[in-house]
């Protein structure tokens, strides 16, 4: 039951995000629409936990992963369930597209940063939890920090799919250059 009411609740939701970003410029304040949608989802707490939705085992290598819960078949609006269970220290990264984060439960610090000819500097920060988010353009630049303390759920929507982005870039502090962000390895399908 609370299966059907989630997908049901998701494909309400995103129609809702679509219709607020189709045949439009993506702004800031298209995204803060985005974002006051995703927060309601993420209010029915009931249909989004940790039960339903696993973080790695103790013997993965990973501390996060992410789960696919909409995605339209040009790759378009996609949206995802990120659980993280442990310490998690993404370098300074940007997305190639827009993106909007959420929280569910925890807290998930994001940093907002601004390039330097030789790296980047910071310029902001902003804790994701229960009732907050945070909204991206494609060319801004930010980190995410999770402490080790308690599980984080949280929405990740991209205005396009994750494997699709095969241009992110991230800053690498130990050889002080820009590289290609590997795509994310563990995205599952949680769509059904």
Known sequence: MA????????????DRIRQAAKNQEITKT?????????????????????????????????RSCLYRLSEDDDHGFALYLNVANGSVNAPPHDHTTWAVIV??????????????PDGVEQIASHVVEQGTGVAMLPGEIHTIHIDADKPVLNFHMYGLGLEQLDGRRFW?????????????????????
């Open 30 to 62: 298209v995204l803060g629409d985005i974002r006051s949608e995703l927060i309601g989802l993420a209010s029915r707490k009931e249909l989004f936990s940790i039960k339903d939705f696993p973080p790695p085992g103790a013997d993965s290598k990973r």
């Open 3 to 14: 299966q059907e009411e989630r997908k049901e609740a998701v494909k309400e939701t995103v």
């Open 103 to 116: 929280g569910i439960e925890g807290q998930e610090e994001n940093r907002f940063y601004k390039k330097l």
């Open 172 to 192: 690498n502090n130990n050889t002080h250059e820009w590289k290609v962000f590997p795509a994310h390895t563990d995205i599952r399908e949680a769509r059904n």
